[in-house]
């Protein structure tokens, strides 16, 4: 039977992440996906990489400084897949949040960027608004403009596990996990390929199956305490035709929700939205609802889409994001990264719960780090801060 440091269930960005930063702190790694990379949530997001803007409002000041610091890193290491766009920010008279608390928030954004690339803010002057994409100006006060990234994320995910299979990482796809058992010594992992069972030894095993978490959990002995969460869903459609200037971020004149409409391979993507689920993770699906709620919002600041009925939506498609359980909207939960070990001075489990796309190096090394009491001493191979990433 093959024995590794750490087996990890999921070839999203974070068990990417990990495998990455395993196998870059010299362990050896074998990671178990079921589809394919990033055939989850991590192809399914808004595709940014950000601090976000939004995350002041709940007071997520570490979220936000963490994440504007991995974006700068992202900038560096992976520039054929990260880049800098501009982000407007239309002010109508109605609009929620005025121009001077914007100002503020986006001097904050800056701070906690550390003043590095794509920190500085500014406002498009009133004669040149007819350039912004046939964007509404009736009503409006001003616009702002900022700078975020934004990324493929299935082309970052797929570059995260190649970095890790260059360390050395092994990787299975298709392989599903099937069930583990806790031993004094690390964890006897079960898993299929192709119908047939395989089994394998570790001295850690990372659930890093997103939205399929707790579906990992259940197949674990002895049975551990999934940690409260919930999954929801978010929704986005892509238009026919492109946006050329940037990446628009609107308030949902329904609930004052903050929305993306951004151009994204030739098309215009908007989202997303935040849906309760319940069910299997397998069948989430964009629901007409979510659909008629972004078209709304697209016709209220675009003009020319209000007579096409309907709209040429060349795709849509949905994602689960995993948020602590709480009563109410899931708009001001926090999108911090949970790590979540079994109840032992040398955790032998630790299942990854929520985060963010752009915060997945930093979520996988401090995973590392709650390892580290479980993994033998080994010869470091790499700084994740400084490893490339290539687009295929
Ligand atoms: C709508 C939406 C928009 C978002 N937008 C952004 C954004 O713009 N920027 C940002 O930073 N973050 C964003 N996020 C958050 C980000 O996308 C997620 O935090 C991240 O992608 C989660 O990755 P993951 O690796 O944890 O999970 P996933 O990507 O879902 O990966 C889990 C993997 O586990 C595999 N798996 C499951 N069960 C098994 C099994 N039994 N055996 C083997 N493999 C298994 C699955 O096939 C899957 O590939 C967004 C999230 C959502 C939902």
Redesign the pocket.
């Known amino acids: 039977m093959n024995r590794y440091d750490v087996v990890v269930?999921?070839?999203?960005?974070?068990?990417a992440g990990v495998a990455q930063a395993a196998a870059a702190a010299g362990h050896s790694v074998l990671i178990?996906?079921?589809?394919a990379?990033?055939?989850?949530?991590?192809s399914?997001?808004?595709?940014?990489?950000?601090g976000g803007l939004r995350y002041l409002e709940s007071g997520q000041f570490h979220l936000v400084r963490e994440?504007l610091l991995e974006r700068t890193l992202m900038l560096r290491n992976a520039p054929d897949l990260v880049h800098l766009v501009p982000f407007y920010i239309p002010v109508y008279r109605t609009t929620r949040r005025r121009p001077w608390a914007l100002r503020i928030g986006l001097s904050l954004y800056a701070v906690l960027g550390g003043f590095g690339p794509g920190t500085s803010f500014g406002s498009v002057p009133r004669r040149q608004w007819d350039q912004l994409d046939g964007l509404d100006t009736k009503d409006l006060d001003a616009v702002l403009v900022y700078h975020d990234g934004q990324t493929d994320?299935a082309a970052l995910?797929r570059a995260v596990v190649r970095s890790a299979v260059q360390l050395g990482a092994e990787v299975a796809i298709p392989?599903?996990?099937i069930a583990a058992e806790l031993e004094p010594d690390g964890v006897h992992v079960a898993?299929a390929v192709d119908g047939e069972s395989r089994h394998c030894h570790a001295r850690v095993l990372v659930n890093?199956?997103?939205?399929?978490a707790t579906?990992?959990l259940e197949r674990v002995t002895p049975r551990q305490q999934p940690a409260a969460v919930e999954l929801v869903q978010?929704?986005?459609i892509a238009l026919a035709g492109s946006t050329h200037r940037g990446i628009y971020y609107v308030e949902a004149p329904q609930d004052g929700r903050a929305v993306f409409v951004m151009p994204w391979h030739g098309h215009t993507l908007v989202?997303?939205t935040e849906t309760a689920f319940r069910g299997n993770p397998d069948d989430v699906r964009p629901l007409p609802e979510e659909v008629a709620y972004l078209t709304a919002i697209v016709r209220h600041y675009f003009p020319r889409y209000r007579s096409r009925e309907p709209l040429d939506i060349v795709e849509s498609f949905a994602?689960?994001?995993?948020l602590p359980a709480a009563k109410g909207g899931a708009f001001g939960r926090s999108r911090e990264t949970l790590l979540d070990g079994d109840r032992h001075d040398k955790p032998r489990l630790l299942t990854?719960y929520?985060?963010?796309?752009?915060?997945w190096r930093a979520a996988a090394e401090h995973a590392l780090q709650r390892l580290g009491p479980s993994l033998p001493a080994a010869r470091r191979r790499a700084d994740t801060r400084r490893l490339k990433l290539k687009a295929d």
Do not use: C, M, N
Request: proline letters at 4%.
């Open positions: 269930v999921g070839a999203g960005i974070h068990g178990l996906e079921q589809q990379p990033a055939h989850g949530t991590s399914r997001s808004s595709k940014l990489i950000h994440s994320d995910t392989a599903s996990f898993y890093a199956a997103g939205p399929w579906q990992v978010g929704t986005h989202g997303t994602g689960l994001r995993v990854i929520g985060g963010k796309l752009t915060g």
